[in-house]
């Protein structure tokens, strides 16, 4: 992944103010499953939030180097139990993609 600017991260924690998570992490840690549901939301819309509902502030960061390291993906902020989470489309949906949405 490349390194955003100081500028663009402020402008991405900006527009993922908006957002909603689209995914929770629970009790049953990453299973396939989930990373292919935020596999597919990050196809999607490519900024997503994920909510990490799984205890201590270690097993959170683990966690959320484990997402961004199935999913090719990069945190943009961890505020609490949300994580923000960027992976840049090639050919993003002008109807789908945050980026490209919200701006």
């Known amino acids: 992944?490349?390194?955003?600017?100081?500028?663009?991260?402020?402008?991405?924690?900006t527009l993922g103010h908006k957002l909603k998570p689209v995914v929770i992490v629970a009790g049953n840690g990453l299973t396939d499953n989930v990373i292919a549901e935020i596999d597919a939301a990050?196809?999607?819309?490519?900024?997503?939030?994920?909510?990490?509902?799984?205890?201590?502030?270690?097993?959170?960061?683990?966690?959320?180097?484990?997402?961004?390291e199935r999913t090719g993906a990069e945190i943009v902020q961890s505020i609490g139990n949300i994580i923000l989470v960027l992976r840049r489309a090639a050919n993003p949906d002008p109807q789908l993609s945050n980026l490209l949405r919200l701006n």
Do not use: F, T, W
Request: net charge positive; proline share 2%.
């Open 1 to 13: 992944m490349r390194k955003n600017s100081p500028a663009a991260l402020k402008q991405l924690r």
């Open 42 to 68: 990050l196809s999607r819309h490519e900024l997503i939030k994920v909510k990490l509902a799984v205890g201590d502030r270690h097993k959170k960061q683990a966690l959320a180097e484990e997402v961004c």
